[in-house]
């Protein structure tokens, strides 16, 4: 069973970064989620093994995924904070769609512990 572990979350004021990193095995598909109260959770970020990005229109030109396979990494680097940035973040494993990577969270095939990120002046 893939295990996933994240950290770097916390607390920070609006137009301040974070870097999230996550402990995770290789696999073809990594990605981001986001879930704020009472909502399911959200693709923030994905990349695939070839490194292929995708970003969420809310926080493209702010946010940056990348990974590092030898050290079985994947990581968030978050810029210009905004209040609506916060909420807890989940790293996970995202199922392979033929060449491509799905990224619906319904279809996501191991979760992290998730990791607070608070975002406020």
């Known amino acids: 069973q893939v295990q996933l572990v994240e950290s770097g979350g916390g607390s920070v004021q609006p137009g301040g970064s974070l870097t999230l990193s996550c402990s995770i095995a290789?696999?073809?598909?990594k990605a981001w989620f986001r879930q704020t109260d009472g909502q399911e959770r959200e693709l923030v970020a994905g990349?695939?093994?070839?490194?292929?990005?995708y970003y969420d229109d809310s926080i493209k030109g702010r946010f940056f995924v990348s990974q590092d396979n030898a050290k079985n990494q994947a990581l968030l680097q978050m810029n210009s904070l905004k209040t609506e940035d916060s909420g807890i973040y989940y790293c996970?494993?995202?199922?392979?769609?033929?060449?491509?990577?799905?990224?619906?969270?319904?279809?996501?095939?191991?979760w992290g512990q998730g990791t607070r990120v608070d975002v406020s002046a």
């Open positions: 996970a494993v995202a199922s392979p769609s033929g060449r491509a990577c799905s990224w619906n969270p319904r279809r996501v095939l191991a």
């Open positions: 290789a696999s073809a598909c």
């Open positions: 990349i695939t093994s070839g490194g292929n990005t």
